[in-house]
């Protein structure tokens, strides 16, 4: 029986609403063990917490923010933390329910979690963005640790912000905790290879789909939304790989060359501007032109709900590679199975991050760190063979990827809640 949360009322069309609907449709897949399925509906803890910092200019603002635990049942929480003026309880919550599934679709030994601050962080000084993670880090800081959940950066946030919440709770505590965070900075604990991971995750299920579709890499046409910290990493690894870059959208506008772009040039645009907007080596276009695009591959990394049903049905892509969380409408995601276009989905493959995350967070403990060709080798054959897995389940009952990573990722997380046993 489905017992509804009062604290949110989700739409079709809302992240949390759209999860809930996945959900819904794995149920069939996941025999007797659907019995516990309503565990997946109830986030296990939605902490809400309020932000006051100084300004620069002496006066004082709150801002709002959020820390949820979706599942605890295979480990401590993971999840990242998101610095955007959109963020609410809702979208924290659907970003940690995918978490979820995420961790469990890689086999990390890993519940879901996700944080965020209602804020735009370009809108504040560096030193104002400081005491706003500080403060946020002492206000979660009673629900998170190396042992109970380990954020990591999202959106608007990086290895530095990373690098004040580790400071932060180690204060708070009176010891250098570097395992409760992930996606520090590399000497003070941070990993090799994970700024790129995400990206590299997204290029191997791509690498790994577009094998089995008949696709050829080389010469590939790509269209990438969002060009921050996956879309570009994506981009430069199947640039490597032959295909060519046609399309780029981020916040600052939408470029297009059918010829394909010089990444480097790309890169330094954003690391100088910020973003895509002033690069000399494409056209400008009509942001909504991109959803046009002549393209083989099409990359969403930015942000959630973007492929509406009426982009769905302009797509020319014949693979979806979903770097971003959430990026696909329910109905839309309909109407990509209908078109025979391939959805390679967010909880597999962009599981990248949190996978090189878990490596950090293992190589914290033991103080024993790896090379980088090892942190890639490794995150590598996760991917594949995670993969695999999905894609035989798809096959066998002949479902979408999407749904079959949700039905392999939640008979793990559903059989360790059945394990367990209710407490008390
Ligand atoms: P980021 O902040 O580095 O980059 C975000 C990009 O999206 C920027 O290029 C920005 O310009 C663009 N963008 C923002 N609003 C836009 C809009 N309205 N239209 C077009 N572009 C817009 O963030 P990121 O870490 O690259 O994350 C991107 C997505 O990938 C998010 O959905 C995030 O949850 C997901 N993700 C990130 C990681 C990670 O390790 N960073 C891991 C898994 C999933």
Known sequence: MHAPLSYITPSAHSAWGTYLLQVDRVLPYLGP?????????????????????????????????????????????????????????????????????????????????????????????????????????????????????????????????????????????????????????????????RVKATGRGVFVTGREAARRIGLNLDGARIAVQGFGNVGSAAAELFTSAGAKVVAVQDHTGTIANAGGMDM????????????????????????????????????????????????????????????????????????????????????????GGVTVSYFEWVQDFSSFFWTEDEINVRLDKIMVEALRKIWDMADRHRITLRTATFAVACERILMARQERGLYP
């Not at 599942?71 to 979820?100: C, I």
């Not at 890689?106 to 403060?135: C, F, H, M, W």
Request: hydrophobic content about 40%.
């Open 264 to 351: 480097a040039d790309l890169m330094a645009v954003v690391r100088r501007d910020g973003g895509v907007g002033a690069f000399t080596g494409a056209e400008r276009i009509d942001d909504e032109a991109f959803w046009d695009t002549d393209c083989d591959i099409l990359i969403p990394a930015a942000l959630e709900g973007q492929i509406t049903v009426a982009r769905a049905n302009r797509l020319k892509a014949k693979l979806v590679l979903e770097g971003a969380n959430g990026p696909t409408m329910f109905d839309a995601d309909d109407v990509l199975t209908d078109r025979g276009i391939l959805v390679v989905p967010d909880v597999i493959c962009n599981a």
């Open 33 to 193: 063990l659907a019995r516990w399925s309503e565990t997946l509906k109830h986030p296990k803890r939605a902490l809400i917490v309020d932000v006051p910092i100084e300004m620069d200019d002496g006066s004082v603002r709150h801002f709002e923010g959020y820390r949820v635990q979706h599942n605890l049942s295979r480990g401590p929480g993971k999840g990242g933390v998101r610095y955007h003026p959109d963020v609410t309880l809702e979208e924290v919550m659907a970003l940690s329910a995918w978490m979820t599934v995420k961790n469990a679709a890689v086999n990390l030994p890993y519940g879901g979690a996700k944080g965020g601050i209602r804020v735009d962080p370009r809108q504040l000084s560096p030193k104002e963005l400081e005491r706003l993670t500080r403060r946020y880090t002492s206000e979660i800081g009673f629900i998170i640790g190396p042992q109970q959940d380990i954020p990591a950066p999202d959106v608007g946030t990086n290895p530095q912000i990373m690098a004040w919440m580790m400071d932060t709770y180690s204060m708070n505590i009176g010891a250098t905790a570097s395992g409760v965070v992930t996606g520090k900075p590399i000497h003070l604990g941070g990993s090799l290879g």
